[in-house]
């Protein structure tokens, strides 16, 4: 059985191209908080705001105006070279808060070892392994990050800090703490539109990381098993 699905993004931009993928005419679907979403045949998408935070609250608002089976959060991303590149489609084996934590002496310490919460939430294995399979993407840990990172050297101690890292972003962390408070499972879905590493946007692609997340949901659209995860019929 098709889940029940909500999309979670950050701009509108991101919001269009998963709708694109969905249906020709949405409809509005008013949330809490004066915000504004979209209704497909298959999911509802919402662009709920850059960072963490407002992926967070905003997802929480979805959830608490009705029940979901699954959310995905998704949109574009930076991708560390050489495994992600631009265009290239990323799916999340863990879901990491990259800098949420302390400096110290030694380095960064994550909020987890300060013992103040948790740094990392995990996709369901199964789920999360089939999708990035049809979709052709690279698995592996998406970083959640409040600071789009600018330097080479900042780049390489993430890489460092998080092995086998496929790329980073802003929102996949909120969308799932909100997740995770209301028990209902999470994916996060990205499209790479520039590397990971110094600041310059001439060399970023972001039409083509929208297209490339329109691609990917119109798999899904036309493969709706592959989000299947155990619901009753």
Request: no cysteine; glycine share 10%.
């Amino acid at each position: 059985m098709t889940p029940r699905l909500l999309v979670v993004t950050a701009v509108a931009a991101e919001r269009d191209a998963v709708v694109r993928a969905l249906s020709s005419r949405p409809s509005e679907h008013p949330l809490p908080g004066r915000r504004m979403a979209l209704r497909t045949p298959m999911a509802t998408v919402l662009a709920a705001g850059v960072g963490p935070a407002a992926a967070a609250a905003g997802t929480a608002a979805a959830l608490a105006s009705a029940p979901y089976d699954l959310v995905v959060s998704a949109g574009i991303a930076g991708g560390f070279e050489p495994v992600a590149r631009i265009g290239s489609t990323l799916v999340a084996e863990s879901i990491v808060a990259a800098d949420l934590g302390a400096d110290g002496p030694e380095g960064f310490i994550p909020v987890a070892e300060l013992g103040y919460g948790t740094s990392t939430h995990l996709p369901p294995a199964e789920l999360s392994r089939r999708v990035a399979e049809a979709l052709g993407a690279e698995y592996g840990p998406l970083l959640t990050v409040s600071t789009v990172t600018g330097s080479a050297e900042r780049a390489a101690e993430l890489v460092k800090r998080h092995p086998g890292a496929v790329g980073e972003a802003m929102e996949g962390f909120g969308v799932a703490e909100a997740t995770m408070a209301h028990r209902v499972p999470v994916l996060e879905i990205r499209t790479v539109a520039n590397p990971v590493g110094p600041r310059d946007r001439a060399a970023w692609r972001v039409p083509d990381a929208l297209d490339a997340l329109t691609e990917a949901f119109t798999l899904l659209r036309k493969q709706p098993g592959l989000l299947d995860v155990g619901v009753p019929t």
